[in-house]
């Protein structure tokens, strides 16, 4: 799939999109901005990935859209808006990633998946209608260019390719590392670091450290500690994550993003 050529795979016969924002659920923003799409592709199925977003948190929203990208197929389209400067002279992208489209801010929304990925094409969305708010490109701007493209609008009359999207300093941690960083923590209080499952393997293990705190060596589920014990394993991301067995490690521990996690290697 190519941007320039088409948007959306032809095997898929209405288009998918999902939702990733910050906007919470108390307000109708999620509903102005639907309508907004809808009225430019009717017949769209559309998922709501999730509208909880710390609000501004620009990388957990890079982390949760770059789930979404690794679970839907080929030729979804993602919205995603966390946009703190929303009226500025910030571009907005589509990018395509792992044969996905995405349009979202150019403030490092794609990162995690840019760089899970090695990268994709990327383009500036030009387009813009005869009437926009200066505060909510999301509904005027975004969820309208996502429903054209959607329903196979040309490209080259929207957007026009550049090459140096805004990135966050994340990336996965080299498999010759022996250390990391917490980068999410979840509802539940597990902490999940930039550690891949791959890179685990090149290193013969003695236990993970957390802040200089020594959780064990890595299980494989969250029973094989005692209630309230922390332990380390690989979650559903295939990252290695800290959590505390009926408990919350970000609360139990103290852990936030960004702290560092280390991985103490067996004396040869």
């Known amino acids: 799939m190519r941007l320039k050529r088409r948007a959306v795979s032809t095997s898929i016969v209405r288009p998918l ?10 307000d109708a923003y999620v509903a102005t901005m639907k309508a907004a799409l809808l009225r430019e592709a009717p017949d769209a199925r559309l998922i709501d990935v999730t509208h909880q977003v710390p609000r501004h948190d620009i990388l957990c929203g890079s982390i949760t859209l770059a789930r979404a990208i690794d679970g839907f197929p080929p030729g979804t389209l993602h919205l995603a808006v966390i946009d703190p400067g929303v009226g500025t002279s910030r ?32 383009r500036e969305l030009t387009w813009r209608p005869r009437k926009a708010s200066d505060v909510f490109h999301g509904r005027d701007i975004m969820a309208p260019a996502i429903g054209m493209i959607a329903c ?3 490209l080259d009359e929207l957007s026009r390719p550049i090459e140096n999207p805004i990135l966050l300093d994340i990336a996965p941690a080299p498999r010759e590392n022996k250390q990391g960083q917490i980068i999410h923590i979840d509802h539940f209080g597990n902490a999940t670091t930039n550690i891949a499952h791959d890179a685990l393997r090149a290193h013969i293990m003695r236990g993970v450290k957390v802040k ?4 064990g060596k890595l299980k494989k589920t969250y029973w094989d500690v005692a209630p309230g014990k922390p332990l380390a394993l690989i979650g559903s991301s295939g990252l290695l994550e800290i959590a ?4 919350s490690a970000a609360s139990d521990l103290k852990l936030r993003v960004g702290d560092p996690v280390k991985i103490d290697l067996a004396v040869s």
């Open 212 to 215: 200089g705190r020594n959780v």
């Open 152 to 154: 196979g609008a040309n």
């Open 91 to 122: 571009r907005i992208l589509v990018a395509e990633i792992n044969r996905q489209i995405v349009v979202c801010p150019d403030n490092g929304l794609i990162t995690w998946s840019w760089r899970t990925h090695g990268g994709g094409e990327v």
């Open 17 to 26: 999109i999902t939702l990733t924002t910050d906007f919470g659920l108390a």
């Open 244 to 247: 505390v067995r009926d408990g």
